[in-house]
């Protein structure tokens, strides 16, 4: 069972606590504003990072620490990965059953992939 969970204004989760995979839709880049010289949606993703983290998830980085995005929304926001730290039957994206992918796929709206990257 898929779970949404908005974070913030800018952020929605959309997490399998079975498996302790999920994915976090995220605005489109070019929507970004600055203040003072801040990033007001990287302000926005480390909010959203730590409300997931108390909840016990994490996003997937790769070896140089960028984020693991798996694609796009129809209106082009970015969908990134994120894993549990304990899931109940625990799984990667890459041993996700497809059935599980899809209800992901589609809370978050993910368009164009049928499985995760590898």
């Given amino acids: ?30 929507l970004d504003v600055w203040l003072d010289d801040e990033s007001v949606l990287g302000a ?9 983290a108390r909840a016990g998830w994490a996003p997937i980085v790769d070896a140089q620490g960028l984020l693991r995005y798996e694609g796009v929304t129809e209106d082009g926001s970015l ?3 994120v894993a549990a730290e304990r899931g109940l039957l625990p799984a990667t994206p890459a041993t ?12 978050a709206g993910l368009v164009g992939v049928s499985a995760p990257r590898a």
């Fill in 1 to 30: 069972m898929v779970f949404t969970i908005v974070l913030g204004g800018f952020h929605t989760a959309h997490l399998d606590p079975v498996t302790g995979c999920g994915l976090v839709v995220c605005p489109r880049p070019e």
């Fill in 44 to 52: 926005a993703w480390v909010d959203a990072t730590r409300k997931l």
């Fill in 79 to 81: 969908v990134a990965s």
């Fill in 96 to 107: 996700l059953d497809h059935e599980t992918w899809s209800q992901l796929c589609q809370a």
